[in-house]
């Protein structure tokens, strides 16, 4: 199977340039102008069109046991979705519960994953402590290709992981080389919130993001830093999603830290009066974690990705549908939280993004893909249009348009939290290891075509450096 496009703009995180590219046996084998390919290459025509790295989504939860039930989008479904809006791959979460083997929840999500249409990895969360974590983190890295670990800090009395996992996970992190990445929220203060709201008499949707405060992602996200600091590890906080969460990023990057923040396209562009509408079905549609905020953290969100604060955008595509949302008809607590995206965010990154002037298209490629390639060791394998690299491309055309809704989409979920949007700048064409799979609406994704993908820990140098560091320590006062 071999494809040239032709004509096209080739659009990386770095450059821009007039070139054909070539794809044969899932690689790119060529860029540049005129190429000469067999005849037998089948010819895209990308005249006047860009020709980008597929979208890399490095935070979904594709049919996640979660809240008492399970989100509604599969491995299959989720990843087809994505190749429709030009999405080449996703970083998934394995989730253990607690107590659960981390090996054991690692072979069930591969299990689950392996129908995927779409090439795919997992960051897997440390939910409890003890040995044989410790074990199972070492053996998924040098074993199984993981190098980064999640930690919940919120889900009081499910998946919340408290300091002391953090501080012997974060450790261990540094010992794999592992990046250790966290969702954000302080989950003692959600719990009391969510107690003192539901007293007061506040049961709908309307309280969930009273239960959330800024202030509460805040606290966790300095928190969460400054332990990273102290066990020098690098850190990657998910879908921040306030501007005290990227102050606290902010201030440890100036001071040198490895911190990275990743942010969600619907942060970016939906605020918190969703939450205010009259009808429940339509409010607690958009109940997630953290909360779609006000604008003034939007603005404080694209400031951060347009000054290198924040590296990365995603989706959290966690799909339920009406029915399964209806669990909180009485008690928003019990709402399942989550959304979805992953068919939305490249077409809302370039439309609110790049046709606003916010972001060039060098930068568009760079926080809706290359970075989070670089940040998670598979650049440029995934992320660049270089020779030698998987042939995950996306053809884009930058005047073309769609109108975002639940009735055309193909998430499986009967809700889109960017319903009646229309954007301009659209995927005409997506390859996924250089087979066609999209093509002007027509998706011709395959269930289990997609790839699971290993990534290496940090090289290690990195960590002969710290040694180096430890060992430059000025040697303890013998007493
Ligand atoms: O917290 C997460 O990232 C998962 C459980 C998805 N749900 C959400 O509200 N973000
Ligand atoms: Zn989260
Ligand atoms: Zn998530």
Redesign the pocket.
Known sequence: MSIVIRGGTVVTAEHSFSADVYCENGKIVAVGENLEVPSSAEVIDATGQLIMPGGIDPHT?MQ?P?MGTVASEDFYTGTAAGLAGGNTSIIDFVIPAPQQPLMEAYNQWREWSEKSAADYGFHVAVTWWDESVKKDMESLVKDHGINSFKH?M?YKNAIMADDEILINSFKQCMQLGAMATV?AENGELVFQLQKEILAQGITGPEGHPLSRPPIVEGEAANRAIQIAQVMNVPIYI??VSCKESLEAITRARNEGQRVFGECLAGHLVIDDSVYRHPDFAFAAAHV??PPFRSKEHQDALWKGLQSGNLQTTAT?H?CFCAPQKAAGKENFTLIP??TAGIEDRMAIMWDAGVNTGKLTMNEFVAVTSANAAKIFNIYPQKGSVTVGADADLVVWDPAGTRTISAKTHHQNIDFNIFEGRTVTGIPTHTLSRGNLVYKDGDLRAVKGAGKYVKRKPFSPVFKAMTKQAQINQPSAVKR
Do not use: E, K, R, T
């Open positions: 939860h996640l979660f919940f919120a969702h998910v879908h997630m974690s959290d966690c939280n989550g």
